[in-house]
């Protein structure tokens, strides 16, 4: 691969190099780098400019998009508290959104709340 930037952490190094160092499956971080590419791609129009920028993160970490999912979708989960109506009640289109990233994160949720609405219910129930 060619540097387009120069002085990237990554430079010269190929994934199997960033898997020896980390000691991790080259499945998994061939993984990462498509979603890498997706995300880097936010920022430039240049496949190349964005595939450096990822390995440069992998490089780092390379579980680096994994976690930068888990924090964004943190954020999110802030946002939509935040904009609720009333500290003591959540709407319902937000508790449902809520349901659904905590469903996509943390599965087990559906043991104790099987839908949506049995969620929405009991949060405005604790928070009356």
Known sequence: MTDIINGGLADNKTLEDICNKHRCNLEDLNQQLLIGLKVEKE????????????????WEDPKYYTKLKKVEESMKLMTLLKESDSLFKIKPALAYEIYDILKKEVPEITKKFPNSNSFFYLINDKLK
Request: charged share 25%; aromatic share 0%; no cysteine.
């Open 43 to 58: 920022h430039t129009d240049n496949p190349g400019i964005a595939k450096e920028i990822a390995m440069d993160h992998l």
